[in-house]
T-cell receptor, first 110, second 114 residues
Framework: GQQLNQSPQSMFIQEGEDVSMNCTSSSIFNTWLWYKQDPGEGPVLLIA???AGELTSNGRLTAQFGITRKDSFLNISASIPSDVGIYFC??????????WGAGTKLIIKP | DADVTQTPRNRITKTGKRIMLECSQTKGHDRMYWYRQDPGLGLRLIYY???????NKGEISDGYSVSRQAQAKFSLSLESAIPNQTALYFCATSDLGGTGETQYFGPGTRLLVL
């Protein structure tokens, strides 16, 4: 099935570092969503984007809906230990089905 | 209390057994979904329902069936479980709003088929 291309697959971060991840698609999307999944839990919505060029923040998180409508990025500033987890991008092409990226796993460097 | 609940949270079963996973929501949403999550593959849609009388197959419906008993309840069945159905299963709900749709997830059911 179709999936978004989400990168990187995993990231090793140190506390205080800024983090950036992105998703690209081969087709135009109407909506981009960013979710975070903690171990043993379901994904939780972080940010929803509905218009090309839209830049939205949620605390230390900032996400943008690409102008081409084929990509989106998520930035996390000044990372803290509770930021670890798996981040998923997802989007709608215009029909019912939400298409998901494979996830970016954030890991704290020891 | 959680808006989307799933039972059981964990289940171990044997090949060939029938299994039912249940999902309940108090969000009042019309749309409900069942997803499967495997490591490195993200979430894959099994079935979805836009209201009580509407059931649709998703990307990977083979080997699964669903029942929408009420607006608040959506159950997933494995008629004859097989080992490659070992996975984490999530139920989600959504309500299509004026600016788009976002989905809200339950805590998941971890299923192991021996």
């Amino acid at each position: 099935g179709q999936q978004l291309n989400q990168s990187p697959q995993s990231m090793f971060i140190q506390e205080g570092e800024d983090v950036s991840m992105n998703c690209t698609s081969s087709s135009i999307f109407n909506t981009w969503l960013w979710y975070k999944q903690d171990p043993g839990e379901g994904p939780v919505l972080l940010i929803a984007l509905y218009k090309a060029g839209e830049l939205t923040s949620n605390g230390r998180l900032t996400a943008q809906f690409g102008i081409t409508r084929k990509d989106s990025f998520l930035n996390i500033s000044a990372s803290i230990p509770s930021d670890v987890g798996i981040y998923f991008c997802a989007g709608h092409e215009g029909n019912y089905q939400l298409i998901w990226g494979a996830g970016t796993k954030l890991i704290i460097k020891p | 209390d959680a808006d989307v609940t799933q039972t059981p949270r964990n289940r171990i079963t044997k090949t060939g057994k029938r299994i039912m996973l249940e999902c309940s929501q108090t969000k009042g949403h019309d749309r409900m979904y069942w997803y499967r999550q495997d490591p490195g593959l993200g979430l894959r849609l099994i079935y979805y329902s836009f209201d009580v009388k509407d059931i649709n197959k998703g990307e990977i419906s083979d080997g699964y069936s669903v029942s929408r008993q009420a607006q608040a309840k959506f159950s997933l069945s494995l008629e004859s479980a097989i080992p490659n159905q070992t996975a984490l299963y999530f139920c989600a709900t959504s309500d299509l709003g004026g600016t788009g749709e976002t989905q809200y997830f339950g805590p998941g059911t971890r299923l192991l088929v021996l």
